[in-house]
């Protein structure tokens, strides 16, 4: 059984400031875990996985997160917030890389303040 | 060409209608996805299909009837639906069942 946790539904942060997103996960295999964004109106789009390898993972548009095992977290971070980051992000794990045993997380509303 | 495109963007039907949902892709890709999102809530896996042959129904009401005619298209038969079931609507596809999906942008779907 697999699940996920997206600790805080809503987060807000400043333009120019640190995005930190958490996201937990419980895994009975070794994970993959993604980052999927939601514009509104949109699809969802891979910002990043993290397969095996290398636990800090780069993705799109400048985020990155790193597969802590010890932590079970896979936490999703940007150095300096944009407005153009306001979105839903989904955290998502599934034991395979298969999309169909993914598991998605509630999901968090990040809001970029001016 | 690496879109996934869903027509119509919005739907608004009555119980007793029957509707359908497009979803096309031009990619190559040979599995393809139904998701249900309500407001605010992650997406929901309905169906899927690999190699246009139905892998996976997730429990889903009969109301909802796939369908894909051929590696390019997929097509989701609405007949008569509940309330409950207005939601966005999203499809997605990927080259195989493992590798990375790709998102259309959805149909709204409102049932009244």
């Known amino acids: 059984a697999q699940s996920v946790t997206q600790l805080g539904s809503h987060v807000s942060v400043s333009e120019g400031a640190l995005v930190l997103l958490r996201c937990n996960y419980s895994?009975?295999?070794?994970?993959?875990l993604f980052w999927y964004v939601q514009y509104p109106n949109q699809g969802l789009q891979l910002l990043l996985k993290?397969?095996?390898?290398?636990?800090l993972v780069k993705g799109i548009n400048g985020f990155e997160a790193e597969f802590k095992k010890s932590e079970t977290s896979f936490h999703l971070t940007k150095p300096s917030a944009h407005m153009s980051d306001a979105a839903e992000y989904f955290c998502?794990?599934?034991?395979?890389?298969?999309?169909?045993?993914?598991?998605f997380g509630s999901g968090t509303q990040l809001t970029v303040l001016p | 060409d690496t879109e996934v495109t869903q027509t119509p963007k919005h739907l608004v039907m009555g119980m007793t209608n029957k509707k359908s949902l497009k979803c096309e892709q031009h990619m190559g890709h040979r599995a393809m996805y139904w998701y249900k999102q309500k407001a605010k809530k992650p997406p929901e896996l309905m169906f899927v299909y690999s190699y246009e042959k139905l892998s996976i129904n997730e429990s889903v009401p009969s109301r909802f009837s796939p369908e894909c005619p051929n590696s390019s298209l997929l097509n989701l038969h609405l007949h008569a639906l509940q309330p409950e079931d207005s939601a966005l609507y999203l499809c997605a596809s990927a080259l195989g069942v493992g590798e990375k999906l790709f998102f259309g942008s959805g149909t709204q779907l409102s049932v009244l």
């Open positions: 993290y397969t095996t390898g290398a636990t």
């Open positions: 895994s009975s295999v070794p994970p993959y």
């Open positions: 998502a794990v599934s034991p395979s890389g298969s999309a169909r045993q993914l598991t």
